[in-house]
Each structure stands twice: as structure tokens, then as C-alpha cells.
């Protein structure tokens, strides 16, 4: 497959850092991404799978080996074995916000209030894409893959991606590598038909983010209406001329602590609890068998915490910014690190650094990077 010009990396990724690669393939279908990820594989040096570069924090040396950028794009409906649903088969190159808005045209439910959250449909399970109690896990059939250590296509069940809050299988968590080296060709998701009616607003956390009352009645069109402009007020919507924009969006994830935690924490920290575990399989040998199965230890769930409020009580306030530096705080939204123009990675980087230590010194948590590093170091 002929290569591409390599292009910086600064003009490809929305925190606008990164030189160009030694290398850079353009895949414009599933057969030629596939082609050009085995051949880059083989070739046994650093490969970057590149789709809309919004969750990319890239540093500012030269990444020496090939960025292989997915460009496929196309969705195709199926039926579903479900009465009320259909499955919609998406490439992986194509723009996640574009699909929110294909099904909500289409009336199809499920994703309308993940609307405008940048990057490539293939990213979305990733990380377990989500917003406002929506996440893709809750749609999602299973993934076309190609796995890195055999180099074949095969089809992956959800439930065998181990999503989980902002995680999956297939994520390079900062610091770790992921459990399954493999590229997503495609996704298949299914979602309900529900029309254009009005109707009620599921989920309490997206009802309190749209201002909506219990009993509230909207349609899918009126809730992605509602979700784009709260993340335009939140500087969380793509915008060339708006520096609050120039980011990888949520730059560190709301924290997942104990309950008992929590109660170490300000009473006025806001926090949802998450599901409780389910109780475990309890297998007990006919032989140890005593006449009575013992009670389940009670647990606690865990709980989540926004990370957002605890930067902004640890004294950073939006728009906060080091001396002289070209990176800082969104001027809308505290968990957004934005390049104000020009700011190089290492600049962005210590920013985070020093965000980071703020939150430990002030609450005895160290917030966790959502993007994924390349080639950086917090």
C-alpha cells in the first residue's frame, strides 16, 4: 500500500501537539486498513491507529515508526432478533457524531445523549464511550477485529471486551499496556425504534444535565438538541476559532473510590454511586456441604466523584493557567486542558503534572489521564 506525506500531528489531534511521523498510510477501506496494519505490524517497529485524534495526547518528538489513519466510513442497517430494534453495522473510520445523528433522524434510540463527542466510531468502544448515564456498552452486539499477535479478522462479542467505566480490553491505559493488542474494523450496535414522538426522559443524570423535570416528555431530536448545547456551553464541542475546544475533552476521569472514601471527602463533593457488584457464584463441595449456605458479606459500592470539582476546590479555577505558559484550564469546563495556541506537549503535560499534585495535596487522590500518551510522560 503506498504511503502518504506524513502529515504533523499537531494538524490531526484536537489538543494540536505532535510532529510528523516517520511514516503515515491512509486506509480508506476495511481491506486496505487491514493491509496496511499487517504490513506495519510485520515490519516490527511503533504503529499509531489514528481515527479522529481526540482522545491522542502525542508528544512533541517525531513518532518513529507508522500512523496508520482510519478512514473508512459507511453504515449499513440490519434487522434485529429483537421485536422494536434494529442493528446498524458502522465502519470504524466513520464520525461518531455523525452516527447520534443518522439515528436520530432515523428515530433509532440510544445514543442521542452521547451527541457531539468527538472522534471515530471505532474509538467508542474502546473506552466505553458515555454521557449523561448514556455509554456505549449499554448498544453495543459486538466488533469486527484484527488482532495484532495473529494477524486474523474475527468477530467479538460486547461481552467479551470487558467494558467498564472509560475502559475496555483493547485500552492503553497510561502506564500499562492493553490486555488485547487488536484494531476494530468495525461496530454493530442496536438500537430501539422509537420515532419522533415525544416521550419520557430515561436516567436521572441525564434529566438533571438537560434541566429536565421527572415527568418530562422529549424526543431523540430534542435531547440531542439539549446535549449539543450543553457541551457548546462547555466548550465540548469542536470549534476551530474557540481555544476551550483545543482539547482531548475530559483530560483526567472522574474518579472511582470506595464508599468509605467518599466520607473523607467534603460533604458537597458531587458522587453517584455505582451498581453494586452482582454476587458471586458460590460453589460449595457436596462434602463441605453442612446443611446451610452462608450469608453474603454486604458491600459497599463503589462510588464515582467529579473530578472537575475536585480541581476547581483544590484553588485551580477554569481558565487557570502557569505563568508564561501556553497551556490552561478551559475557561468553561475545569477538567478540560486546552492549548490556547502554540503550547507544546511538554507544556501541556505540565500542567497536568501540577494539576495532579493540587488534587493529591488537597484531597489524597491522584487523578487518572483519560487521553491515551504517546510519547508523553506525566
Known amino acids: 500500500m503506498p504511503d502518504v506525506e506524513p502529515i504533523p500531528l499537531a494538524q490531526l489531534t484536537t489538543l494540536r501537539t505532535g510532529a510528523a511521523p516517520d511514516r503515515m498510510v491512509d486506509a480508506h477501506t476495511t481491506e486496505e486498513l487491514i493491509t496496511a496494519l499487517r504490513e506495519a505490524w510485520s515490519d516490527g517497529l511503533p504503529v499509531l491507529v489514528l481515527g479522529g485524534g481526540s482522545n491522542l495526547f502525542v508528544g512533541d518528538e517525531p ?5 496508520v489513519r482510519v478512514l473508512t466510513h459507511g453504515i449499513e442497517r440490519m434487522p434485529s432478533p429483537r421485536a422494536g ?3 446498524l453495522r458502522v465502519q470504524a473510520g466513520h464520525d461518531w457524531d455523525a452516527l447520534v445523528a443518522y439515528a436520530v433522524v432515523e428515530g433509532l434510540g440510544g445514543i442521542e445523549a452521547m451527541s457531539g463527542i468527538p472522534g471515530t466510531v471505532g474509538a467508542a468502544p474502546v473506552q466505553n464511550i458515555g454521557a449523561y448515564g448514556q455509554e456505549i456498552v449499554q448498544t453495543l ?22 467494558l467498564g467505566f472509560r475502559t475496555s480490553v483493547l485500552k492503553h491505559h497510561y502506564g500499562s499496556v492493553p490486555q488485547r493488542s487488536a484494531v476494530i474494523l468495525t461496530v454493530t450496535l442496536e438500537l430501539e425504534v422509537v420515532g419522533h414522538r415525544d416521550r419520557p426522559v430515561v436516567g436521572e443524570q441525564l434529566r438533571t444535565a438537560l434541566g429536565l423535570q421527572p415527568q418530562a416528555s422529549v424526543s431523540l431530536s430534542g435531547v440531542r438538541e439539549r446535549v449539543l448545547a450543553t457541551r457548546v456551553r462547555k466548550g465540548m464541542v469542536l470549534d476551530a476559532d474557540d481555544p476551550d475546544t483545543h482539547s482531548a475533552g475530559s483530560f483526567f476521569q472522574n474518579a472511582i473510590v470506595s464508599a468509605a472514601f467518599t466520607r473523607t471527602l467534603p460533604p458537597e463533593c458531587p458522587r453517584w454511586p455505582m451498581a453494586a457488584d452482582l454476587d458471586p457464584v458460590l460453589v460449595i463441595p457436596l462434602a463441605a456441604y453442612e446443611g ?35 497551556a490552561g484550564l478551559s475557561t468553561k469546563h475545569a477538567l478540560a486542558i486546552t492549548n490556547r495556541g502554540g503550547a507544546s506537549a511538554a507544556e501541556l503535560a505540565q500542567l497536568a503534572r501540577f494539576i495532579q499534585g493540587r488534587v493529591q495535596s488537597e484531597f489524597g487522590l491522584i487523578l487518572q489521564p483519560e487521553p491515551v500518551l504517546i510519547g508523553v510522560e506525566l
Do not use: N
Open 63 to 67: 513518532f518513529e515508526g507508522t500512523v
Open 85 to 87: 430494534y434494529v442493528r
Open 141 to 162: 452486539v459486538e466488533v469486527d477485529l484484527l488482532d495484532e499477535s495473529t494477524g486474523e479478522v474475527s468477530t467479538v462479542p460486547a461481552g467479551e471486551l470487558g
Open 292 to 326: 446451610y449456605i452462608p450469608k453474603p458479606a454486604s458491600r459497599e459500592s463503589d462510588v464515582k466523584v467529579s473530578a472537575a470539582w475536585l480541581i476547581e476546590h483544590s484553588g485551580l479555577g477554569k481558565g487557570f493557567k502557569l505563568p508564561r505558559s501556553r
